[in-house]
């Protein structure tokens, strides 16, 4: 078997990198302090298309958690509370919504959380 990255995979590792590192840690210290939290973090992710698990049919953007691991490790690096709610975002309301809707549904039935450009939180 291998186990290695697809170009895919690093090219979206390779991204998150530089989106922790540019948009998170510049903020982390004063954050923790006054125990803020900046939505504009998930709105800016979700620009970057970092959504996963939902299927193209549904209006996602056909990653899966194969390229999500490395976007969360990345985030995890910086600040793991922000990848804790990334984790959950990515993957705590998406894997039962992937296995869920019914067949004959379409990504209008659920546009918050199917579409690969867009964040539920960040809505």
């Not at 186990?3 to 210290?29: C, D, G, S």
């Not at 975002?89 to 067949?103: A, E, L």
């Amino acid at each position: 078997m291998n186990f290695a990255l697809t170009e895919e995979q690093k090219i979206l590792q390779e991204m998150a990198k530089n989106f922790a590192e540019n948009e998170i840690k510049p903020h982390v210290e004063e954050d923790e302090k006054n125990q803020y939290w900046r939505k504009g973090i998930f709105d800016k992710m979700a620009e970057l298309g970092f959504g996963f698990c939902i299927d193209e049919k549904y209006g996602g953007n056909g990653m899966g958690f194969l390229e999500g691991v490395p976007v969360i490790e990345q985030i995890a690096k910086v600040h793991t509370s922000w990848r804790m709610a990334f984790n959950m975002q990515c993957w705590g309301h998406r894997s039962p919504f992937k296995n869920s809707v019914p067949r004959n549904k379409n990504s209008t039935t659920f546009p918050n959380l199917s579409a690969a450009n867009t964040s539920a939180v960040s809505r």
